[in-house]
């Protein structure tokens, strides 16, 4: 083997310190650009994360505008053969007068009942049964017009099978007795005969 002059050695020696050298540099900087991107990978979890809980703040405000606005819907639904039946009082003074209900739905209504709710006391009910769509039901007791006007009350079922008080101020509520009676005294601030139903 011939002699190796110092150009050659280093010729020779060279790409093994350079490899050596790269090696050395190539796995500190793979640790680092693992690092660079582990962090990297956490911020965008992170982001990503924020992002989702204000799109799920904002959902959630939105399901629930919603879910009250569906409430009130059901609620107006739930009404609407109801606010369509009222009474009515003719003037027929100095004579005596006779309440009627009309039903301005396009179902019947079921167990109709009139009642006087003076102060004194709430009177028995005049049972008026089915009231036909579109058509009247009378309370055929003489009444005087001022007794009519202030005092008559009307109890019915909806073909749905809700039980409502029409008020002599013309309010509507659903009953919240069993009784009837019971409801109408609780709708006019009086204390109930009976437990709640």
């Not at 703040?57 to 609620?75: F, G, H, P, V, Y």
């Not at 109709?112 to 039901?137: E, N």
Request: hydrophobic share 45%; with cysteine; proline share 7%.
């Amino acid at each position: 083997m011939p002699p190796v002059t110092d150009w050659q050695f280093l010729l020779h020696a060279q790409p093994r310190h350079v490899t050596a050298a790269s090696s050395y540099w190539a796995g500190d900087l793979s640790a680092e650009i693992t690092a660079i991107a582990t962090v990297a990978l956490v911020v965008l979890a992170l982001a990503a994360a924020i992002v989702a809980g204000i799109a799920l703040r904002k959902q959630s405000r939105e399901l629930a505008i919603l879910t009250k606005q569906n409430n009130r819907d059901i609620a107006e639904r739930r009404r609407a053969q109801a606010a369509r039946v009222y009474i009515v009082v003719e003037d027929h003074r100095p004579r005596y007068t006779h309440p009627y209900a009309v039903n301005g739905s396009d179902f019947p209504v079921y167990d109709a009942q009139f009642w006087q709710a003076d102060p004194g006391g709430l009177s028995d009910p005049y049972d008026v049964g089915m009231i036909p769509p579109h058509l009247p039901g009378t309370d055929k007791r003489d009444l005087h017009y001022h007794d009519a006007v202030g005092n008559t009350v009307l109890t019915f079922r909806d073909a749905a099978g809700v039980c409502w008080i029409r008020m002599p101020d013309g309010t509507l509520r659903e009953q919240e007795h069993n009784i009837a009676a019971d409801s109408i005294l609780a709708a006019l601030g009086r204390p109930a005969a009976t437990p709640l139903g």
